[in-house]
């Protein structure tokens, strides 16, 4: 059975810094494409940031040049580094990850529980 452990997130104030974690336990079919959410109050969920097969990171428009994704594949763990944060970066922060078919799909198989990331002015 496959788990996504999230970690790092809390409060901050605004133009501080997070790092967050996501680690993928009991997977060990290969690799994983890899992907942050996030869904701010009364907000629909939306992509913050992901890995491609091909290495290619996709970013949000709004945290473009701020926030910067990783993987350590060894690890299976997934990392979003977020600097400069404003106070429209608040909202639960969720991780997902699905099998590496050589490309990777929009739909994923495993879901984290999702973390709180609170940014004040």
């Known amino acids: 059975q496959v788990h996504l452990v999230e970690s790092g997130g809390g409060s901050v104030e605004a133009g501080g810094s997070l790092r967050l974690s996501c680690a993928a336990i009991?997977?060990?079919?290969?690799?994983?494409?890899m992907i942050w959410f996030r869904q701010a109050p009364g907000k629909e969920r939306e992509v913050v940031a992901r890995?491609?097969?091909?290495?290619?990171?996709i970013y949000a428009g709004s945290v473009k040049g701020r926030f910067t994704v990783s993987q350590d594949y060894d690890k299976m763990t997934l990392y979003l580094q977020m600097n400069s944060l404003k106070p429209e970066d608040t909202g639960t922060y969720v991780c997902?990850?699905?099998?590496?078919?050589?490309?990777?799909?929009?739909?994923?198989?495993?879901w984290g529980q999702g973390i709180v990331v609170t940014v004040s002015s």
């Open positions: 997902a990850a699905d099998p590496d078919r050589g490309w990777c799909r929009d739909r994923f198989e495993y």
């Open positions: 009991g997977y060990t079919a290969g690799s994983l494409c």
């Open positions: 890995i491609e097969s091909d290495g290619r990171k």
